[in-house]
């Protein structure tokens, strides 16, 4: 597509509930991240894909979190026992190739999911 | 480590002022430094970018950004703001190598007065 597409764009949740975040990027884009931007702070790295592989899990804050992108495209962000500290705006973002080009590392960005969990 | 320092939470502006948002870094290499905006229910635009060469870098929108190796920092700037600007607005600073992780600082959330 033309853009990077989250869905959905509001998620509601009960503590405890199992949720599910979808990221389809940019068509052909080799890279994909996921990030989680809490209310009033800066985008925080969570996970880093290169095609299906999954390369840096370093940000996942707990073994509740989870994701994936197993044909190398569609991605999902899984949260398992949702709790109230992971209410928060996912954004994912996706480049085209493994490295820009250019040298510099240009990301686009989704709308983001934003999740609240009561 | 890496880290991004916006030093201003909030900036009130009057529409056709001057705008400067401060941006400073710390990082061990020759950065790769972003301007991200982010206006409400949107997700992050690219402003602009700096990774070599001149060190004043134009961008869309009018914006501006000028990286001072000595200060480590990397200021966005727009000689007049128009109320469409009112938006959050992320420095960033980007790891070389084959992974290019983003880290942002806090933000700092600007508004326009008429």
């Known amino acids: 597509g033309a853009g990077v597409s989250q869905s959905p764009r509001y998620k509601v949740a009960k503590r405890g509930q199992d949720v599910a975040l979808r990221c389809d990027p940019i068509?052909?884009?080799?890279?994909l991240f996921w990030y989680q931007q809490a209310l009033g702070q800066g985008p925080e790295f969570l996970t880093y894909?290169?095609?299906?592989?999954?390369?840096?899990k370093s940000g996942l804050p707990s073994d509740r979190f989870f994701a994936e992108r197993p044909e190398g495209s569609v991605s999902t962000l899984k949260i398992q026992r949702t709790q109230q500290e992971d209410s928060a705006v996912y954004l994912c973002a996706s480049r085209r190739y493994r490295v820009d080009i250019s040298g510099a590392n240009v990301l686009t960005f989704g709308a983001g999911s934003r999740l609240t969990v009561l | 480590a890496q880290s991004v320092t916006q030093p201003d939470i909030h900036i009130t502006v009057s529409e056709g002022a001057s705008l400067e948002l401060r941006c400073n870094y710390s990082y061990g290499a020759t950065p790769y430094l972003f301007w991200y905006v982010q206006s409400p229910g949107q997700g992050l635009q690219l402003l602009l970018k700096?990774?070599?060469?001149?060190?004043l870098v134009q961008g869309i929108k009018g914006f501006e950004a000028e990286f001072k190796r000595s200060q480590s920092s990397f200021n966005l700037r727009k000689p007049s703001v128009h109320w469409s600007d009112a938006a959050e607005y992320f420095c960033?600073?980007?790891?070389?190598?084959?992974?290019?992780?983003?880290?942002f600082g806090k933000g700092t959330k600007l508004s326009v007065k008429p």
């Open positions: 894909f290169q095609n299906e592989a999954q390369l840096d």
């Open positions: 700096y990774f070599s060469g001149d060190t």
């Open positions: 960033a600073v980007g790891r070389g190598g084959s992974q290019g992780n983003l880290i």
């Open positions: 068509s052909g884009h080799v890279s």
